[in-house]
């Protein structure tokens, strides 16, 4: 009887090249937009933390310009500022774009409270004999 030893029934662990995990990322994040966010991992067998720390290596520009099997690491501490600064710029320049729609529209909404209130204007007034 030979054995290949305590390992040999385990499953290997998955290892990504970086260009797959912006792929994937990429992927992920469409599947979010689209409400779809868990059953892509599931497809994929793939977890959430798995996603979060793709993220954060992509945000601190840990994965472009890497080759396959080239280390990766973990971000410096200014990596992570750097990318945390990023977020919270893409976060403020969304609440800008929100805020600047919402001004259009109240903008245009006023004009057209305004135009019908001088309609009504004209309209109610009684005309001399």
Do not use: C
Request: aromatic share 4%; net charge positive; hydrophobic share 35%.
């Amino acid at each position: 009887m030979t054995t290949d030893g305590p390992r040999a029934d385990r499953p290997r662990r998955r290892s990504f090249a970086p260009a797959e995990k912006l792929r994937l990322l990429a992927e992920y994040e469409q599947a979010v937009a689209e409400g779809d966010g868990n059953g892509y991992l599931r497809r994929n067998g793939l977890y959430s933390s798995l996603m979060s720390e793709w993220r954060r290596a992509r945000d601190a520009g840990l994965l472009e310009g890497k080759k396959p099997g080239q280390s990766i690491g973990k971000p410096s501490g200014e990596q992570a500022e750097i990318a945390r600064l990023r977020r919270q710029l893409e976060q403020a320049n969304r609440k800008i774009a929100r805020t600047e729609a919402a001004l259009d529209i109240m903008g245009k909404a006023h004009a057209l409270l305004a135009e019908i209130s001088e309609s009504a204007d004209t309209d109610t007034k009684p005309t001399k004999p």
